[in-house]
């Protein structure tokens, strides 16, 4: 065969998920797997020549006379991608061992490039627009912990056990308790908990992940932009160091302090405080996510003195932003341009999740 290829080392890349372990058959004398992800399908076909069998009717066992004749015929649904054979006995004995090992370490049913899909549809379950603000509030009280200097804290699952500090007051509505003889956390179950144990069905998930993905979908359903999710966070198993959090007394100053200890400027500080724009802030409608927040803000209601509600709008941590030159700048930018907005707290939004996250390696 002339299109006939040698490989001295097989390199698999992670982006490829291995379906359950490889299993000799009785029944044919191929040996055959398939490795899938959202882009790529990849094959190993182990080939004898037909008159070879691997198994023995009149004695029941495995034959295996001579591996000289045999190859593995590597192949991928990629467009323009051909054939690769490996034939040296030595090279697929490594091969599918290697593939044989990775298989056990990665999920079992093969389907870890679904689990996204599937959670957000199971997030969209549970989360109505008036729970959104809620779930988007676990997102930075769970990854809001995160110090730069010496790496700890950020998005690890460990809100689940810090919902008695003040910090977290009103939290237990989002981890509100449905079942707690059935939770794998001491403090109780969240509204996340209902589409969880779902997806956990398939295959289980961190509560880091789970709350990630529903701080993106809380942000969509209220007509924010989609922000994609990374999946693989591991949780922490303990509560993070308490007074992480900036405090909603903060002045600008001390705000643009705490954040740059947790790796963010004062531009994506802005960003992700137009969170506020949903929920009971006061910042327009509740269940929508747009750019209100910024224009309020420039507004100064809390100043008014005819009205008890207009003074109640926001918290001192908002008010500083319009304080500060600095943070002015983007307050502006963001009240003029909505896309604007939604694309920096996308790309801040990301950030923040990945603070100071654990996560899965092979």
Same mark, same amino acid.
């Given at each position: 065969?002339?299109? +006939? !290829?040698?490989?001295? $080392?097989? @390199?698999?890349?992670?982006?490829?998920? &291995? %379906?359950?372990?490889?299993?000799? =058959?009785?029944?044919?004398?191929?040996?055959?797997?398939?490795?899938?992800?959202?882009?790529?399908?990849?094959?190993?076909?182990?080939?004898?020549?037909?008159?070879?069998?691997?198994?023995?009717?009149?004695?029941?066992?495995?034959?295996?006379?001579?591996?000289?004749?045999?190859?593995?015929?590597?192949?991928?649904?990629?467009?323009?991608?051909?054939?690769?054979?490996?034939?040296?006995?030595?090279?697929?004995?490594?091969?599918?061992?290697?593939?044989?090992?990775?298989?056990?370490?990665?999920?079992?049913?093969?389907?870890?490039?679904?689990?996204?899909?599937?959670?957000?549809?199971?997030? +969209? !379950?549970?989360?109505? $627009?008036? @729970?959104?603000?809620?779930?988007?509030? &676990? %997102?930075?009280?769970?990854?809001? =912990?995160?110090?730069?200097?010496?790496?700890?804290?950020?998005?690890?699952?460990?809100?689940?056990?810090?919902?008695?500090?003040?910090?977290?007051?009103?939290?237990?509505?989002?981890?509100?308790?449905?079942?707690?003889?059935?939770?794998?956390?001491?403090?109780?179950?969240?509204?996340?908990?209902?589409?969880?144990?779902?997806?956990?069905?398939?295959?289980?998930?961190?509560?880091?992940?789970?709350?990630?993905?529903?701080?993106?979908?809380?942000?969509?359903?209220?007509?924010?932009?989609?922000?994609?999710?990374?999946?693989?966070?591991?949780?922490?198993?303990?509560?993070?160091?308490?007074?992480?959090?900036?405090?909603?007394?903060?002045?600008?100053?001390?705000?643009?302090?705490?954040?740059?200890?947790?790796?963010?400027?004062?531009?994506?500080?802005?960003?992700?405080?137009?969170?506020?724009?949903?929920?009971?802030?006061?910042?327009?409608?509740?269940?929508?996510?747009?750019?209100?927040?910024?224009?309020?803000?420039?507004?100064?209601?809390?100043?008014?003195?005819?009205?008890?509600?207009?003074?109640?709008?926001?918290?001192?941590?908002?008010?500083?932003?319009?304080?500060?030159?600095?943070?002015?700048?983007?307050?502006?930018?963001?009240?003029?341009?909505?896309?604007?907005?939604?694309?920096?707290?996308?790309?801040?939004?990301?950030?923040?999740?990945?603070?100071?996250?654990?996560?899965?390696?092979?």
């Amino acid at each position: 065969n002339k299109t +006939r !290829r040698y490989i001295k $080392k097989i @390199k698999l890349p992670l982006s490829v998920i &291995l %379906v359950p372990p490889l299993k000799m =058959t009785t029944t044919t004398a191929s040996l055959f797997s398939r490795c899938h992800s959202s882009s790529l399908n990849f094959k190993c076909e182990l080939e004898s020549p037909a008159k070879t069998r691997l198994f023995s009717p009149a004695t029941g066992k495995h034959v295996v006379r001579s591996l000289k004749a045999w190859r593995v015929r590597c192949s991928s649904d990629d467009p323009g991608s051909r054939h690769v054979y490996v034939s040296s006995r030595r090279n697929m004995v490594v091969m599918l061992s290697t593939v044989q090992l990775l298989s056990h370490l990665l999920p079992p049913d093969g389907k870890a490039a679904d689990m996204y899909p599937l959670m957000k549809d199971e997030i +969209r !379950r549970v989360v109505t $627009k008036g @729970k959104a603000a809620g779930v988007l509030r &676990l %997102v930075f009280h769970d990854a809001g =912990t995160f110090e730069l200097d010496d790496n700890t804290g950020g998005i690890n699952g460990s809100i689940v056990y810090e919902l008695e500090r003040p910090e977290n007051g009103g939290l237990k509505r989002s981890l509100k308790a449905l079942n707690p003889s059935i939770s794998l956390f001491r403090p109780a179950l969240s509204v996340l908990e209902k589409a969880k144990i779902k997806v956990d069905e398939v295959q289980p998930v961190s509560w880091a992940d789970m709350i990630a993905v529903g701080g993106s979908e809380a942000v969509s359903m209220c007509g924010g932009p989609t922000i994609p999710v990374v999946l693989g966070r591991l949780d922490s198993m303990q509560p993070d160091p308490e007074d992480k959090l900036p405090p909603e007394s903060l002045n600008a100053s001390g705000l643009k302090e705490c954040f740059q200890r947790k790796g963010f400027s004062t531009q994506e500080l802005v960003a992700l405080s137009g969170a506020h724009t949903i929920g009971s802030k006061g910042f327009g409608d509740p269940f929508t996510f747009d750019n209100a927040y910024y224009k309020i803000l420039l507004e100064k209601p809390w100043r008014s003195t005819t009205s008890k509600m207009t003074s109640m709008v926001g918290l001192p941590s908002d008010h500083a932003l319009v304080e500060d030159d600095e943070c002015l700048r983007w307050v502006k930018e963001y009240a003029e341009d909505q896309d604007k907005f939604f694309r920096d707290f996308t790309n801040a939004y990301i950030k923040l999740v990945n603070s100071g996250a654990k996560w899965k390696t092979l």
